[in-house]
């Protein structure tokens, strides 16, 4: 099975805005922030998402927008991040929208540290 991935090109910001505005995708593009590829197995627990079958959905907006590569690899899939090409086409937006997760959970960590 070969995936459809957008040429570098093809990619648009707003397939892009949308991936990543989901909390799923976004914290999914956190894991693959880290460099290589990863197994998508190894994403899921790391998210403590238990079931395959829950991320192809995410899988498939991330890739079609141009985020992430997807391929095949016997029974797994490997996935990594589009940097380069995101960085290309739209320079310091990945930087940014990671920089603001960050601190979205910093700020969630000290509100929940409060109430505690």
Partial sequence: MRYRHPD???IRIDGV???????VRLA???VLDEGGEHNCGRVLAI???????????????LR????????PSG????VRLRRPDLDARY????????????TDAATDDQ??????
């Fill in 28 to 30: 999914a593009i956190r």
């Fill in 17 to 23: 805005l949308t991936a990543l505005g989901h909390p």
């Fill in 64 to 71: 079609e927008s141009g985020v992430i590569f997807q391929e």
């Fill in 75 to 78: 029974r797994e899939n490997l």
């Fill in 91 to 102: 320079p310091g937006l990945l930087d940014a929208i990671l920089a603001g997760t960050a």
């Fill in 47 to 61: 998210l403590g998402i238990p079931a395959k079958s829950t991320m192809t959905h995410h899988w498939r907006v």
């Fill in 8 to 10: 570098r090109q093809q």
């Fill in 111 to 116: 509100a929940g540290a409060a109430t505690a």
